[in-house]
Nanobody, 124 residues
């Protein structure tokens, strides 16, 4: 089992930036995949980005690529989500998830462990 703790959310004006962090503890594997998802009120949890724990390969939701960048620092057991040019529609609770191997990085059902989430609010 993996424990995940997100931080870095807050209130920001449209056009601003935030960097979310997710500290990972517990057992990880060379084929672990870490993902960021978000959930707005009344909506389904949706995929944002994912990264492989070992190789650092990334994958993004098409609509967010170019504004959001996911990275990891294995020495700190932390993954990050840099969010630039934020828009009001980016307002949501952002969750960090972990899965082991397999495909389907974009499905919330493929992830076994989740953090508690961090709130991001973008004002217009």
């Amino acid at each position: 089992q993996v424990q995940l703790v997100e931080s870095g959310g807050g209130l920001v004006q449209a056009g601003g930036s935030l960097r979310l962090s997710c500290v990972v503890s517990g057992r990880t594997f060379s084929n672990s995949v870490m993902g960021w998802f978000r959930q707005a009120p009344g909506k389904e949890r949706e995929f944002v980005a994912a990264i492989t724990w070992s190789g650092g390969n990334t994958y993004y939701a098409g609509s967010l690529k170019g504004r959001f960048t996911m990275s990891r620092d294995n020495s700190k057991n932390t993954v990050y989500l840099q969010m630039n040019s934020l828009k009001p529609e980016d307002t949501a609770t952002y969750y960090c998830g972990a899965k082991v191997g397999g495909a389907n990085w974009t499905s919330k059902y493929a992830y076994n462990d989740w953090g508690q989430g961090t709130q991001v609010t973008v004002s217009s």
